[in-house]
């Protein structure tokens, strides 16, 4: 179990409290989790002390370049890649998405396809799409009533030419988790790449690259309690055959290969801090044991506390939740709903007025927010629980949704 007293006095900013004394409740982890102290002083004591650019003959720079080393290290713990080299970081998800299309633009022949979803958040889907202009067709798997995506269409769409699946592990908008093993077989049976987006997965269920047998893995460290960073796992070997675009001053191999200009030094000591400080939370013999065992503490508590926020929530007349149960544990702990009398966003108004944090609307998850035929009414409210809320915060903000 958690022992949540002691992960919550690590985050300075739950103690924030508005002018009639709310102390504010977090739900809107989706967006971009809070942060540890040990990674607000990470980010401060580079700047007090290592603070330089790479590849010098005098300290800070030497010790700028065994910061970046280790936070590769650790990335690829956190992700159980086969090593450092696998690593690569970008501004976010989506540059580096992007670069990745770049980069396969030139590697995927003019008539291959590539298979994105409706469920994908736009950052999967709009680099992808810039392949149609090289003769590339994209092809999309549909996205099902309940919020799962249609397996039967994606059969029957991939084929001999599709060069490239790209889908996300979990949907950030109705948190469901898509079927990563089966999709795996299957693109294993054609030969296609597969490229996993696990921007909202990381946050809440361990990574093992080795067993996705993916051949690309994208996450974001804001998601998961560190600073703004992309990270990009690519199958060893794999990041070498692409074509990105690239100064010829750089480096021209993996994992440096897809990487443009200096990176954000200060913000990747702090991607560290965030998987060190997830791993403080669990136990084992080695640092990715206690990453395992930490992330088997974090979506039980989460799982908890949104199986409760879902029930709670389900009970309401005036509240339709969209997406899945929890009636079992493949899901992520976020929970989006609209209600009968309030669009999304008139309920985020009456939320934040208590200091309750929640985004409303497609949270760029168009394409699905579109498919439920939600978008003209302003999509949905969404309530994501995260590794620091606790058991009373999700009681205070069903007592306030009830009273709506
Ligand atoms: C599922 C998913 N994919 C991709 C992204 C884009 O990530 P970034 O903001 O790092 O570009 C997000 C951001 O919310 C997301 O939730």
């Known amino acids: 179990m958690i022992d949540l007293d002691k992960v919550r006095s690590n985050f300075p900013s739950l103690s924030l409290k508005d002018e009639n004394e709310n102390q504010i409740i977090y739900l809107d982890g ?8 040990i990674v607000i002083d990470a980010i401060s004591n580079y700047y007090r002390q290592s603070n330089s650019n790479t590849h010098g003959e005098f300290i800070t720079s030497k010790e700028t370049d065994s910061i970046m080393d280790s936070m590769r290290e650790k990335v690829a713990q956190f992700l159980g890649a086969e090593s450092k080299e696998c690593i690569s970081i970008g501004q976010n998800m989506t540059t580096l998405n992007y670069s990745l299309s770049r980069g396969l633009s030139k590697i995927i022949k003019k008539g291959d396809e590539v298979i994105i979803t409706e469920l994908d958040h736009e ?35 991939i084929n001999q030419r599709t060069a490239l699946v790209a889908m996300g592990m979990s949907s950030n908008a109705l948190g469901t988790i ?34 996705l047998d993916c051949d690309f893995l994208i ?100 509240v339709t939740i969209i997406g899945q149960d929890f009636s079992n544990k493949n899901r992520t702990p976020t929970v989006s709903f609209i209600h ?50 606790s058991q009373e915060e999700i009681n205070r903000t069903v007592k306030v949704i009830s009273s709506f």
């Open 219 to 318: 996450c974001s460290a804001y998601k998961f309690y560190g600073p703004h960073v992309g990270l990009l796992y690519s199958r060893p070997g794999l990041l070498d055959t692409l074509d990105p675009d690239r100064l010829i001053v750089q480096e021209q191999f993996a994992p440096y290969k897809i990487e443009t200009g200096t990176l954000n030094h200060a913000a990747c000591s702090g991607v560290s801090a965030a998987i060190d400080f997830i791993s403080s939370i669990g136990e084992g013999n080695s640092y990715r044991e206690k990453l395992v065992s930490a992330y088997k503490k974090i979506s039980n508590h989460e799982y908890e506390l949104a199986s409760n926020l879902y029930s709670h929530l389900d009970s309401l007349d005036n």
């Open 340 to 389: 009968k009398k309030y669009s999304a966003n008139e309920i985020c108004k009456k939320l934040g007025k208590v200091n309750i944090c929640a985004w409303d609307g497609h949270f760029y998850a168009l394409k699905a927010i579109q498919k439920l035929n939600l978008e003209k009414t302003g999509g949905v409210t969404r309530l994501g629980v995260s590794l620091y809320n």
């Open 123 to 157: 950052a999967n889907r709009g680099p992808w799409k810039t392949l149609e202009s090289y003769g590339i067709k994209l092809v999309e798997v549909a996205l099902l009533k309940d919020g799962t995506l249609d397996y039967n269409d994606f059969k029957n769409k």
């Open 178 to 211: 898509n079927d990563f093993n089966f999709i795996k077989k299957i693109t294993a049976k054609y030969n296609s790449l597969l490229l996993l987006d696990a921007v909202h997965y990381a946050p809440h269920f361990s990574i093992d690259v080795k067993s």
């Open 30 to 37: 989706p967006g971009g989790t809070q942060v540890p102290s």
